[in-house]
């Protein structure tokens, strides 16, 4: 049966989909938080936490533009 099943790639599959189907998501989820104003403690920067939910909205974002570069690419 071993010769049948590529274990280091089905790693790699299993890594990486844990990574994007979990990551990404959390990586939005992240921002929206960070932007929501009901539940913002006192004393918080509004502008420090504007700019993570940005820098979390331009991290997703960038994923899946490479994404796309890289199956446009040809990539495997």
């Given at each position: 049966?071993?010769?049948?099943v ?47 939910a ?12 490479y ?10």
């Amino acid at each position: 049966m071993n010769t049948y099943v590529q274990w280091g790639a089905l790693l790699n599959v299993l890594i990486f989909g844990l990574l994007i189907g979990a990551g990404m998501p959390a990586l939005y989820a992240l921002g929206v938080r960070a932007l929501d104003t009901s539940t913002r403690a006192v004393g918080r920067s509004a502008g420090l936490l504007k700019a993570t939910a940005y820098a979390c909205f331009a991290g997703a974002a960038g994923a899946i533009l490479y994404a796309l570069y890289f199956i446009a690419a040809g990539g495997h």
